[in-house]
C-alpha cells in the first residue's frame, strides 16, 4: 500500500514530537505510509477530522463525543479504532482530608471543591456529575475553586489536578476531584501523602482516549494501519521505548460503550449540543 494515512494528535506535551515520529517510522519499516500532524487543541483537531483534512485522530473521551456528535449531524460516522490498555476502566474520586468531618457529598453543600480545567473529563466533567447525582448543583450549592491549566487540552496533563491538589492539602479547598491514577501519583510524590486524604466519592468505570477513524479515511488502509497496531509489541525493542512514552504495554481494540457517562454529563451540562456546537459557557480552548 502507498497511500498515506495522515493522523492529528494534540501536542499536550514536547514527548508528543517523539512519540509519533518514532510512530511513523515504525509503520513505514512496515510498509505503511503514517504521517502526523500536531494540533494545540482537541476542538481544531476534531473539526479538521470530520472536515476529511486528517484521516485519524489521537482523541480524548470528550473529542470523541463530539466527533460522534458531529459526525451524526452531517449523516456520516467515526470509530474508534483502537485504544490503550491504560484507557480502560479508569475512575474519577471526589476526596477529602483524612480528618475531614464530611462523611457524604450532601456534607459538600456550601464547600469549597477544587477541579481541574473546564474541559477535563477525569477531574471536573465526571466528578461534578458526582454532585448533581446527589442533588448539589456545581454551580449554586457549593465554592467551585476551577483551575483552568491547559484549557482545549481536554485534561491531558496533571496540572489542574495537581493544583486542586495542593488547594487541598494547603486548607483552600474542602474536598478536589481527580483520577484515580492521580490519586496514586500524587501519594508516591507528596502532594498528598500517604494517609492525608480519603475517597469521599468514586464514578462508575470509563474509558478514556481512542484513535478515531474520520469518514474521508479510506476504510481498508485503516484496517490495515489497526492490525499493524494491534501487532505492536512489547518485547519489540524498537517498540517498547515509544509505548512507555504513550503509556501503555498493549494496543487493544477499540470500544465506546464506557462513554456513556460522560455522554450524559455533556449533554446536561451542554458541554456540547447534539449537533456538536460548543456550548459550555466560558469555554476558550
Request: aromatic share 8%.
Given at each position: 500500500m502507498t497511500d498515506t494515512l495522515l493522523l492529528g494528535?494534540?501536542?499536550?506535551?514536547?514527548?508528543?514530537?517523539?512519540?509519533?515520529?518514532?510512530?511513523?517510522s515504525w509503520f513505514r519499516d512496515r510498509g505503511l505510509d503514517l504521517d502526523f500532524v500536531l494540533y494545540s487543541q482537541y476542538e481544531r483537531q476534531v473539526e479538521d477530522l470530520l472536515a476529511g483534512r486528517i484521516d485519524l485522530a489521537w482523541n480524548s473521551p470528550l473529542a470523541w463525543?463530539?466527533?460522534e456528535r458531529l459526525a451524526r449531524a452531517q449523516?456520516?460516522?467515526?470509530?474508534?479504532?483502537a485504544m490503550r490498555d491504560t484507557d480502560r476502566d479508569l475512575t474519577s474520586v471526589i476526596v477529602v482530608r483524612a480528618d475531614s468531618e464530611h462523611r457524604t457529598l450532601t456534607d459538600l453543600r456550601g464547600r469549597t471543591v477544587a477541579a481541574g480545567a473546564i474541559d477535563s473529563p477525569q477531574a471536573t466533567l465526571l466528578p461534578l456529575a458526582l454532585l448533581r447525582a446527589a442533588g448539589l448543583d456545581p454551580d449554586s450549592d457549593i465554592d467551585l475553586l476551577r483551575f483552568d491549566v491547559g484549557v482545549g487540552l481536554h485534561g491531558d496533563h496533571v496540572g489542574g489536578e495537581r493544583d486542586a491538589a495542593q488547594a487541598l492539602r494547603a486548607g483552600r479547598a474542602e474536598a478536589a476531584c481527580l483520577i484515580d491514577a492521580s490519586l496514586l501519583l500524587f501519594g508516591q510524590e507528596g502532594t498528598l501523602p500517604a494517609g492525608s486524604v480519603r475517597v469521599l466519592a468514586e464514578t462508575e468505570p470509563y474509558d478514556h482516549c481512542n484513535l478515531t477513524a474520520g469518514p474521508a479515511a479510506d476504510p481498508a488502509l485503516v484496517?490495515?494501519?489497526?492490525?499493524?497496531?494491534?501487532?505492536?509489541?512489547?518485547?519489540?525493542?524498537?517498540?517498547?521505548p515509544l509505548l512507555d512514552l504513550e503509556g501503555l504495554k498493549k494496543w487493544l481494540p477499540g470500544r465506546t460503550d464506557r462513554y456513556a457517562a460522560l455522554d450524559r454529563t455533556v449533554t446536561e451540562t451542554?458541554?456540547?449540543?447534539?449537533?456538536?456546537?460548543?456550548?459550555?459557557?466560558?469555554?476558550?480552548?
Amino acid at each position: 500500500m502507498t497511500d498515506t494515512l495522515l493522523l492529528g494528535a494534540v501536542a499536550y506535551d514536547p514527548k508528543v514530537v517523539t512519540i509519533w515520529a518514532g510512530f511513523r517510522s515504525w509503520f513505514r519499516d512496515r510498509g505503511l505510509d503514517l504521517d502526523f500532524v500536531l494540533y494545540s487543541q482537541y476542538e481544531r483537531q476534531v473539526e479538521d477530522l470530520l472536515a476529511g483534512r486528517i484521516d485519524l485522530a489521537w482523541n480524548s473521551p470528550l473529542a470523541w463525543l463530539r466527533a460522534e456528535r458531529l459526525a451524526r449531524a452531517q449523516g456520516t460516522t467515526v470509530r474508534a479504532v483502537a485504544m490503550r490498555d491504560t484507557d480502560r476502566d479508569l475512575t474519577s474520586v471526589i476526596v477529602v482530608r483524612a480528618d475531614s468531618e464530611h462523611r457524604t457529598l450532601t456534607d459538600l453543600r456550601g464547600r469549597t471543591v477544587a477541579a481541574g480545567a473546564i474541559d477535563s473529563p477525569q477531574a471536573t466533567l465526571l466528578p461534578l456529575a458526582l454532585l448533581r447525582a446527589a442533588g448539589l448543583d456545581p454551580d449554586s450549592d457549593i465554592d467551585l475553586l476551577r483551575f483552568d491549566v491547559g484549557v482545549g487540552l481536554h485534561g491531558d496533563h496533571v496540572g489542574g489536578e495537581r493544583d486542586a491538589a495542593q488547594a487541598l492539602r494547603a486548607g483552600r479547598a474542602e474536598a478536589a476531584c481527580l483520577i484515580d491514577a492521580s490519586l496514586l501519583l500524587f501519594g508516591q510524590e507528596g502532594t498528598l501523602p500517604a494517609g492525608s486524604v480519603r475517597v469521599l466519592a468514586e464514578t462508575e468505570p470509563y474509558d478514556h482516549c481512542n484513535l478515531t477513524a474520520g469518514p474521508a479515511a479510506d476504510p481498508a488502509l485503516v484496517d490495515h494501519f489497526g492490525k499493524l497496531l494491534l501487532s505492536m509489541s512489547y518485547a519489540d525493542d524498537t517498540a517498547r521505548p515509544l509505548l512507555d512514552l504513550e503509556g501503555l504495554k498493549k494496543w487493544l481494540p477499540g470500544r465506546t460503550d464506557r462513554y456513556a457517562a460522560l455522554d450524559r454529563t455533556v449533554t446536561e451540562t451542554n458541554f456540547y449540543d447534539p449537533q456538536g456546537a460548543l456550548g459550555a459557557a466560558g469555554y476558550r480552548p
